[in-house]
C-alpha cells in the first residue's frame, strides 16, 4: 500500500479555481493508477478523475469533464487535480486514492487520503 496527503482545499468563489495535490510515498508508488473522489455528508462517494500510472490513460466523471484536469508527476511521486469554473455543487471533501487495478468504484481502491475540504460560494 501506499500512504496519501492531499492538500490544497479550501473556501472559493463560484467560478474559481483551486488545485489539489495528492503527495504519494511508499512501496512502487509509480506503479498505481490514481484517482479523485468527494464526497459530501450523507451521500456515497462520487469518483471525480483518474489517471493510470503511464499518465497516459485519463478519465473523467461527466460531472467534470471540461472543467477539472488531473495530472501526476512522476519525479515528485504527487498527483494533482487542477479544478476550473468551480460551481457550488463541487463543494465536498476531496480524496486522493490508489490502487493497482484499472476501474473507477472506490472499493477498487486500497490506499486513501484524509480528504481535503473543498468549499463553492455562490
Known amino acids: 500500500q501506499v500512504q496519501l496527503v492531499e492538500s490544497g482545499g479550501g473556501l472559493v468563489q463560484a467560478g474559481g479555481s483551486l488545485r489539489l495535490s495528492c503527495a504519494a510515498s511508499?512501496?512502487?508508488?509509480?506503479?498505481?493508477?490514481m484517482a479523485w473522489f468527494r464526497q459530501v455528508p450523507g451521500k456515497e462517494r462520487e469518483f471525480v478523475a483518474t489517471?493510470?500510472?503511464?499518465?497516459?490513460?485519463?478519465s473523467y466523471a461527466d460531472s467534470t469533464k471540461g472543467r477539472f484536469t488531473i495530472s501526476r508527476d512522476g519525479a515528485k511521486n504527487t498527483v494533482y487535480l487542477q479544478m476550473n469554473s468551480l460551481k457550488p455543487e463541487d463543494t465536498a471533501v476531496y480524496y486522493c486514492?490508489?490502487?493497482?487495478?484499472?476501474?473507477?468504484?472506490?472499493?477498487?481502491?486500497?490506499?486513501w487520503g484524509q480528504g481535503t475540504q473543498v468549499t463553492v460560494s455562490s
Open positions: 489517471i493510470d500510472w503511464t499518465g497516459t490513460s485519463i
Open positions: 486514492a490508489a490502487t493497482t487495478r484499472r476501474g473507477t468504484l472506490p472499493d477498487l481502491f486500497s490506499s
Open positions: 511508499g512501496r512502487a508508488v509509480s506503479m498505481y493508477n
